[in-house]
Protein backbone atom coordinates (compact mmCIF):
# COMPACT_ATOMS: atom_id res chain seq x y z
CA UNK A 1 0.00 0.00 0.00
CA UNK A 2 1.93 3.90 -1.05
CA UNK A 3 2.93 5.82 1.70
CA UNK A 4 0.55 8.60 0.97
CA UNK A 5 -2.82 6.67 1.32
CA UNK A 6 -1.20 5.22 4.59
CA UNK A 7 -0.85 8.83 5.40
CA UNK A 8 -4.38 9.97 4.23
CA UNK A 9 -5.83 6.80 6.19
CA UNK A 10 -3.75 8.23 9.12
CA UNK A 11 -5.33 11.58 8.50
CA UNK A 12 -8.81 10.67 8.10
CA UNK A 13 -8.38 8.50 11.67
CA UNK A 14 -7.05 11.41 13.72
CA UNK A 15 -10.10 13.72 12.15
CA UNK A 16 -12.52 10.62 13.38
CA UNK A 17 -10.38 10.91 16.89
CA UNK A 18 -10.49 14.33 17.49
CA UNK A 19 -14.32 14.59 16.30
CA UNK A 20 -14.94 11.98 18.67
CA UNK A 21 -13.33 14.02 21.56
CA UNK A 22 -14.92 17.05 21.17
CA UNK A 23 -18.68 15.54 20.23
CA UNK A 24 -18.20 12.17 21.81
CA UNK A 25 -20.58 13.52 24.88
CA UNK A 26 -23.38 13.32 22.64
CA UNK A 27 -23.59 9.98 22.05
CA UNK A 28 -23.79 9.49 25.65
CA UNK A 29 -27.45 11.24 25.13
CA UNK A 30 -28.47 8.35 23.16
CA UNK A 31 -26.12 5.54 24.56
CA UNK A 32 -25.01 6.02 28.19
CA UNK A 33 -22.45 3.74 28.09
CA UNK A 34 -20.40 5.27 24.86
CA UNK A 35 -19.28 7.26 28.51
CA UNK A 36 -16.86 4.05 28.93
CA UNK A 37 -15.17 4.94 25.80
CA UNK A 38 -15.41 8.45 25.64
CA UNK A 39 -14.19 9.73 28.99
CA UNK A 40 -10.75 8.45 28.16
CA UNK A 41 -10.47 9.96 25.03
CA UNK A 42 -11.97 13.21 26.27
CA UNK A 43 -8.98 12.69 28.99
CA UNK A 44 -6.61 12.53 26.23
CA UNK A 45 -7.53 15.14 24.41
CA UNK A 46 -7.19 17.44 27.17
CA UNK A 47 -3.85 16.38 28.67
CA UNK A 48 -2.92 17.03 25.31
CA UNK A 49 -3.76 20.68 24.91
CA UNK A 50 -3.16 21.15 28.83
CA UNK A 51 0.57 19.68 28.06
CA UNK A 52 0.91 21.23 24.50
CA UNK A 53 2.03 18.20 23.42
CA UNK A 54 1.48 16.39 20.06
CA UNK A 55 -0.43 13.22 19.76
CA UNK A 56 1.32 10.48 18.19
CA UNK A 57 -0.35 10.23 15.12
CA UNK A 58 1.27 13.41 13.76
CA UNK A 59 5.06 12.06 14.07
CA UNK A 60 3.19 8.76 12.37
CA UNK A 61 1.55 10.51 9.33
CA UNK A 62 4.67 12.49 9.40
CA UNK A 63 6.72 9.86 8.79
CA UNK A 64 4.35 8.32 6.40
CA UNK A 65 4.20 11.13 4.07
CA UNK A 66 8.47 11.83 4.22
CA UNK A 67 8.51 8.00 3.15
CA UNK A 68 5.92 8.76 0.38
CA UNK A 69 8.73 11.78 -0.64
CA UNK A 70 6.16 14.69 1.13
CA UNK A 71 8.02 17.09 3.47
CA UNK A 72 4.86 16.11 6.08
CA UNK A 73 5.21 18.97 8.29
CA UNK A 74 6.45 20.26 11.87
CA UNK A 75 3.68 21.50 13.75
CA UNK A 76 1.30 19.46 15.33
CA UNK A 77 -1.86 18.19 13.89
CA UNK A 78 -4.46 20.49 14.98
CA UNK A 79 -1.81 23.69 14.29
CA UNK A 80 -1.69 22.27 10.89
CA UNK A 81 -4.28 21.17 9.60
CA UNK A 82 -7.15 22.84 11.60
CA UNK A 83 -5.90 26.61 13.17
CA UNK A 84 -5.64 27.84 9.86
CA UNK A 85 -9.28 26.78 9.18
CA UNK A 86 -10.68 27.50 12.71
CA UNK A 87 -8.52 29.42 14.87
CA UNK A 88 -6.90 32.47 14.83
CA UNK A 89 -3.17 32.86 14.07
CA UNK A 90 -0.44 32.52 16.30
CA UNK A 91 -2.03 29.80 18.62
CA UNK A 92 -0.14 30.47 22.14
CA UNK A 93 -0.11 27.65 24.59
CA UNK A 94 -2.73 29.59 26.53
CA UNK A 95 -5.08 29.79 23.50
CA UNK A 96 -4.60 25.61 24.27
CA UNK A 97 -5.09 25.56 27.71
CA UNK A 98 -8.71 27.75 27.05
CA UNK A 99 -9.55 25.19 24.09
CA UNK A 100 -9.02 22.20 27.09
CA UNK A 101 -11.20 23.90 29.41
CA UNK A 102 -13.86 24.67 27.02
CA UNK A 103 -13.39 20.81 25.78
CA UNK A 104 -13.95 19.72 29.20
CA UNK A 105 -16.65 22.60 30.72
CA UNK A 106 -18.66 21.61 27.04
CA UNK A 107 -19.07 17.77 28.16
CA UNK A 108 -19.50 18.28 31.46
CA UNK A 109 -22.51 20.52 30.44
CA UNK A 110 -23.50 17.09 28.17
CA UNK A 111 -23.11 14.34 30.63
CA UNK A 112 -24.58 16.61 33.26
CA UNK A 113 -27.77 16.51 30.92
CA UNK A 114 -27.19 12.65 30.11
CA UNK A 115 -27.02 12.15 33.99
CA UNK A 116 -30.12 14.59 34.71
CA UNK A 117 -32.34 12.66 31.84
CA UNK A 118 -31.39 9.40 33.53
CA UNK A 119 -32.10 10.04 36.69
Do not use: K
Not at 63 to 68: I, Q, T
Not at 88 to 100: E, F, K, S, V, W
Amino acid sequence: MPYALLADLVLVGHLTFLAFVIFGGLLVLRWPRAALFHIPVLAWGAWIEFSGGICPLTPLENRLRRLAGDSGFETGFIEHYLVPVIYPPGLTHAMQIGMGVALLLGNAVVYAWAWRRRH
